[in-house]
């Protein structure tokens, strides 16, 4: 099976431009955005609830605790929201209004008390990627971006396997992506 497409920056405005043309709008920019800006499996995305991913006050937590039966590994860890992903999680807290903490942070169109499933939500993404043009580009887009943009700012490959929840070096390489220009730039060091 061939690995799911790694967006750059251009890619991921063309599939948010895409997403505010379609119903749910904010739902699914948010959804979006937690697997490009903090690496969640659609898995984990689908099984947020209000009291994983914000404070009794409603506001957006700084990290997002997913225990054991959150993750695919069933290793709990903690998920760093960055500033701009914080920012991105409120503006879409704000207008689903909590209902009930207990309740899925991503409902789906049926009621606020659904939540997607992975394999829903993964559909939801595709057809969202689909729909903006984007070929090859999955559900697991976002994460396999998310680890290679971040080594290709230079970030140790011992910090992204954290922040991927990998338990070895070696699933997370996997997931990094070399175009043929950085080989090129690379050569050129000799």
């Known amino acids: 099976m061939a ?4 967006l750059n920056s251009t890619d991921i405005e063309l599939v948010l431009a895409y997403v505010e043309t379609r119903a ?24 947020l609830r209000w009291q994983d991913v914000t404070n009794m006050d409603g506001t957006v937590k700084d990290e997002i605790r997913l225990l054991p039966d959150m993750t695919k590994g069933r290793h709990a860890r903690t998920v760093f929201v960055s500033s701009k992903l914080k920012g991105e999680l409120q503006a879409y807290a704000a207008q689903a209004k909590c209902v ?22 993964a559909q939801t ?5 689909l729909g903006a043009g984007l070929e090859g580009a999955s559900s697991h887009s976002g ?3 998310f680890l290679t943009n971040l080594a290709n700012k230079g970030t140790s490959i ?8 990998h338990r070895s070096i070696q699933t997370t390489a996997a997931y ?15």
Do not use: I, W
């Not at 959804?31 to 969640?40: D, F, I, P, V, Y």
């Not at 990094?176 to 000799?190: K, N, T």
């Open 100 to 121: 009930d903490r207990s309740y899925p942070f991503f409902a789906t169109q049926k009621s606020v008390k659904h939540g997607f499933s992975a394999n829903s939500l």
């Open 176 to 190: 990094l992506y070399s175009s043929p220009a950085q080989l090129r730039a690379v050569v050129e060091l000799v």
């Open 143 to 145: 994460r396999r971006s």
């Open 24 to 47: 749910h709008a904010h739902r699914n920019r948010a959804m979006l955005l937690l697997t490009h800006l903090a690496g969640l499996r659609v898995g984990e995305v689908a099984c």
């Open 125 to 129: 993404l595709a057809l969202l990627y």
């Open 158 to 165: 011992h910090l992204l396997k954290t922040l991927a929840g």
């Open 3 to 6: 690995q799911a497409k790694t």
